[in-house]
Antibody, heavy 120, light 108 residues
Framework: EVQLVESGGGLIQPGGSLRLSCAAS????????MNWVRQAPGKGLEWVSS????????YYADSVKGRFTISRDTSKNTLSLHMNSLRVEDTAVYSC?????????????WGQGTMVTVSS | EIVLTQSPGTLSLSPGERATLSCRAS???????LGWYQQKPGQTPRLLIY???RRATGIPDRFSASGSRTDFTLTISRLEPEDFAVYYC?????????FGQGTKLEIK
């Protein structure tokens, strides 16, 4: 069974840092691009970042560029999101999503998400 | 950045009726790299449609979609009680991979 399980969320003060992880199973991790998507409470979906299957191509939303870093560890089948300089507006449920191909594509499998709350 | 605008914001219909949801892009979505997702309260989004018109695995055939370039449509032919949810379109042609703001399909 294809599965994505996020962890690492929590309550953090503005300006702080947090690292999210996404454990992947049930598929050949390196064969697919991976993504982070967030959803603020009561709001819509916002794409955050993508990384290709090889890890060589990375994209960020303007809202997180320079503050967030996406990475992947094929040996551990794990996707990560390092978040620095967190702001109140970064508060959201963060979900990882598998793309349909190595280079990208539609998001065909989603994790359940981990909540990040940025508040003083 | 490609901005996706979904309409209507809320659609009130009864089970058995036909639903038509629209997604308009601010510029051409190349290769018809447009998807539709369904999200129910407290659940993760579920992929319904990819490539503008192709049903994802396991999606009932009452869901269909069409469109190209800047105008896309999701149609649910006969609404079932489990279809009432929020629907999002997304373009994955160019970064940033933007989502529409969503259409809430509610029971009338």
């Amino acid at each position: 069974e294809v599965q994505l399980v996020e962890s690492g969320g929590g309550l953090i003060q503005p300006g702080g840092s947090l690292r999210l992880s996404c454990a992947a199973s049930g598929f050949t991790f390196s064969d697919y691009a991976m993504n982070w998507v967030r959803q603020a409470p009561g709001k819509g979906l916002e794409w955050v970042s993508s990384i290709s299957g090889s890890g060589t191509t990375i994209y960020y939303a303007d809202s997180v560029k320079g503050r967030f870093t996406i990475s992947r560890d094929t040996s551990k089948n794990t996707l990560s999101l390092h978040m620095n300089s967190l702001r109140v507006e970064d508060t959201a449920v963060y979900s990882c999503a598998k793309a349909a191909s190595r280079g990208g594509g539609t998001f065909d499998i989603w994790g359940q998400g981990t909540m990040v709350t940025v508040s003083s | 950045e490609i901005v996706l605008t979904q309409s209507p914001g809320t659609l009130s219909l009864s089970p058995g009726e036909r639903a038509t949801l629209s997604c308009r892009a601010s510029q051409t979505v190349s290769n018809n790299y447009l998807g539709w997702y369904q999200q129910k309260p407290g659940q993760t989004p579920r992929l319904l449609i990819y490539g503008a018109s192709r049903r994802a695995t396991g999606i009932p055939d009452r869901f269909s979609a069409s469109g190209s370039r800047t105008d896309f449509t999701l149609t649910i032919s006969r609404l079932e009680p489990e279809d009432f949810a929020v629907y999002y379109c997304q373009q994955y042609a160019n970064s940033p991979y933007t989502f529409g703001q969503g259409t809430k399909l509610e029971i009338k």
